[in-house]
Each structure stands twice: as C-alpha cells, then as structure tokens.
C-alpha cells in the first residue's frame, strides 16, 4: 500500500489520544479485514484481530473505504 490516506480527526487527535496504534495495523484492516460492514452514514468498519494488544481493532474509514477516520480496539466486538 502506498501513504495511507487519513482524515484531519485521525491524525490530530485518534493518534494523540492512541499513540499506541500503528498505521500498519490500519493497512492491513483495510486490505484484508476479519469483517467489513456499512454504517448508515455511509462510512465502513473494518475490524482486524492485533495479537500485540490482544483486541479486535475496529478502523472506520470515509464512504471511500480507503480514507482512514477513525481507529480504536472495540471492547464489544463479537466475532
């Protein structure tokens, strides 16, 4: 994958706030994630078990499912 494309929001405060997030992992939600699903607004989740934190990380992309919003491990995802 090339730069990763990422909202103003996700770089000024998801990655102040999670400092521990690693836009690899980001990478790989995106192009191979355990689960994909449309929200409403039209944004996508895609979740990727990270064995290093031991959670399923849920990064939310734009409509485009290629910019990266949000990302944070999701205490009530179920597999």
């Known amino acids: 994958m090339n730069e990763l494309a990422t909202t103003d ?5 998801v990655l102040i706030k999670r ?3 690693k836009l690899e992992w980001c990478e790989v ?3 191979d994630p355990f689960r994909r699903e449309i929200q409403d607004d ?3 989740r895609h ?3 990270v064995a290093e ?3 399923y990380l ?8 290629l910019t990266v919003h949000n990302a ?5 995802f179920k597999p």
């Open 72 to 76: 944070f491990p999701d205490r009530r």
């Open 47 to 49: 979740w990727i078990f």
């Open 19 to 21: 400092p521990y997030i």
């Open 53 to 55: 934190i031991n959670k």
């Open 58 to 65: 849920r990064v939310v992309t734009l409509e485009d499912g």
């Open 29 to 31: 939600a995106l192009s």
């Open 42 to 44: 039209g944004r996508i």
């Open 9 to 13: 929001y996700f770089r000024n405060d």
